[in-house]
């Protein structure tokens, strides 16, 4: 559309057609997190990076190697029929649990296993393959440019709040105190070996 006299919308060929409503509907872009780009993990790469255009997290909640982060409203919380602040409630349940163990344990920081992670987005990524959101060629904003579905919620609502109003201690790691952050960096490390002690090494998020 490159104008609108009146009743009449003008295209971009200069293409005119009368009309009686106009939406105007500008799209979205919720798989985007500007604050991404501000937050580092244990090995100094940011959450963009992590992500490359394409967020997961543990229960839309945790991110592997970024300790004591919690997200709101995270990839793969939302559908077409559940309410953003029945979401919230359950994740301040859970994000109020996850803090009272981590006072109770003494710990400083506390990070989601990656492979616990892994296993749920698996879970996740296949339910999502055979509902409306995935199937029937269309695309949405629900979609990343490579087809992965980051927004939406798989199953019921119910499933969604039991799952966020039971903390499970074992899909977590508690760390000591911390030591200094890592210097910010946009290349990922390979010689840097990944913690495997059930105590942890890593630093909390920044």
């Given at each position: 559309?490159?104008?609108?006299?009146?009743?009449e919308v003008v295209g971009a060929d200069g293409t005119v057609?009368?009309?009686?409503?106009?939406?105007?509907?500008?799209?979205?872009?919720?798989?985007?997190?500007?604050?991404?780009?501000?937050?580092?993990?244990?090995?100094?790469?940011?959450?963009?990076?992590?992500?490359?255009?394409?967020?997961?997290?543990?229960?839309?909640?945790?991110?592997?190697?970024?300790?004591?982060?919690?997200?709101?409203?995270?990839?793969?919380l939302l559908g077409g029929s559940t309410s953003a602040i029945?979401?919230?409630?359950?994740?301040?349940?859970?994000?109020?649990?996850?803090?009272?163990?981590?006072?109770?344990?003494?710990?400083?920081?506390?990070?989601?296993?990656?492979?616990?992670?892994?296993?749920?987005?698996?879970?996740?990524?296949?339910?999502?393959?055979?509902?409306?959101?995935?199937?029937?060629?269309?695309?949405?904003?629900?979609?990343?440019?490579?087809?992965?579905?980051?927004?939406?919620?798989?199953?019921?609502?119910?499933?969604?709040?039991?799952?966020?109003?039971?903390?499970?201690?074992?899909?977590?790691?508690?760390?000591?105190?911390?030591?200094?952050?890592?210097?910010?960096?946009?290349?990922?490390?390979?010689?840097?070996?990944?913690?495997?002690?059930?105590?942890?090494?890593?630093?909390?998020?920044?």
């Open positions: 559309m490159s104008a609108v006299r009146g009743n057609a009368e009309t009686d409503v106009l939406v105007t509907a500008t799209g979205f872009r919720v798989g985007e997190l500007p604050l991404a780009a501000n937050v580092h993990g244990t090995d100094g790469r940011s959450l963009a990076d992590v992500w490359g255009g394409e967020p997961q997290a543990y229960l839309g909640t945790t991110v592997g190697g970024f300790p004591n982060l919690f997200l709101l409203l995270g990839p793969n029945t979401v919230l409630e359950a994740q301040l349940t859970y994000l109020t649990a996850a803090l009272g163990h981590l006072d109770r344990s003494a710990g400083r920081a506390l990070e989601v296993r990656p492979g616990v992670q892994d296993a749920h987005n698996s879970a996740v990524q296949a339910a999502l393959a055979t509902t409306v959101y995935n199937t029937g060629g269309c695309t949405s904003y629900y979609l990343s440019s490579s087809g992965r579905n980051t927004f939406a919620w798989p199953w019921s609502t119910p499933r969604l709040t039991r799952r966020l109003n039971r903390f499970d201690p074992a899909a977590y790691v508690w760390q000591a105190p911390p030591a200094p952050l890592p210097a910010a960096r946009t290349a990922p490390d390979d010689s840097a070996p990944a913690p495997s002690h059930p105590q942890g090494t890593g630093r909390p998020t920044r």
